[in-house]
Nanobody, 126 residues
């Protein structure tokens, strides 16, 4: 599946942003979808994931309670709502996908994903 992320930008601390990731070329409902981020000089890290059905989600501790992942299978799109943004959230955000047999399954590691979007820059100023 091809993935196209959008919605990044420059915001101030405490602001909100919503990222979108549109999928094409595959059966979206077969895919677990995740968001990762990579700050300058750091490794790509897990942010959040949503199962095929949307019934299960999981968040990294630094974003828990502030970020929300969701998906609209009719639109082949996954979203990342980011609230109460902090300067340490500054990074390039990537959406990623991998097909899964079980609807409730999800993946947490970078190397478990097969398809990646191009990334969208999020910059949070203090």
């Amino acid at each position: 599946v091809q993935l196209q992320a959008s919605g990044g930008g420059l915001v101030q601390a405490g602001d909100s942003l919503r990222l979108s990731c549109a999928a094409s070329g595959g059966t979206f409902t077969r895919y677990v979808m995740g968001w990762f981020r990579q700050a300058p000089g750091k490794e790509r890290e897990f942010v959040t994931v949503i199962s095929r059905s949307g019934g299960r989600t999981y968040y990294a501790d630094p974003v828990k309670g502030r970020f929300t992942i969701s998906r609209d299978n009719a639109k082949n799109t996954v979203y990342l709502q980011m609230n109460s943004l902090k300067p340490e959230d500054t990074a390039v955000y990537y959406c990623a996908g991998r097909s899964a047999i079980l609807s409730a399954y999800y993946y947490l590691r970078v190397d478990e994903y097969t398809d990646w979007g191009q990334g969208t820059q999020v910059t949070v100023s203090s």
